[in-house]
């Protein structure tokens, strides 16, 4: 739906997790090192998701996937 959202974060995570919980309706955006949990959508979502974040600067951008479900994630 176009729907965006800033979101400041204070520290400088090097790793950033992202879980699409789909049928549960939550985008979860997480600091993946510290298992801190930076950002929650909740939307009840009817179509495909993309979920996406941009730098604010210049950088380099490293794509994983495939990483193990942190503990705090199982739990919340």
């Known amino acids: 739906t176009g ?8 520290e400088h995570p090097a790793r950033i997790g992202i879980l699409l919980d789909y049928s549960g309706g939550r ?3 997480f600091n993946a090192e510290r298992g801190r949990m930076l950002f929650t959508i909740r ?3 009817t179509d495909a998701a ?3 974040f ?3 600067k ?3 951008l490293t794509l994983c996937t495939g990483m ?3 503990e705090f994630v199982k739990h919340s």
């Open 3 to 10: 729907v965006m959202s800033n979101v400041r974060v204070t």
């Open 27 to 29: 985008l979860l955006f």
């Open 43 to 45: 939307h009840k979502f």
């Open 50 to 52: 993309h979920p996406a």
């Open 54 to 56: 941009a730098l604010e």
């Open 58 to 60: 210049a950088g380099a």
């Open 68 to 70: 193990e479900l942190p």
